[in-house]
């Protein structure tokens, strides 16, 4: 059960928009995929090594 509560939140990250899947949270580009960046209205930082990047 533990799997599949997992996979259901793993989808949240995905979007389908006009038949393109759009990933809706970033990478970290120092911890490498896998590692989300949280979305903030201005800006993405990482939770886990606190890197921003800020949006235009
Ligand atoms: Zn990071």
Do not use: I
Not at 47 to 55: I, L
């Amino acid at each position: 059960m533990a799997k599949d509560k997992k996979t259901s939140q793993k989808w949240k990250l995905y979007e389908v928009k006009g038949g393109k899947v759009v990933r809706k949270n970033r990478f970290c580009p120092r911890c490498g995929p896998g590692v989300f960046m949280a979305d903030h209205k201005d800006r993405w930082s990482c939770g886990r090594c606190g890197y921003t990047e800020w949006k235009k």
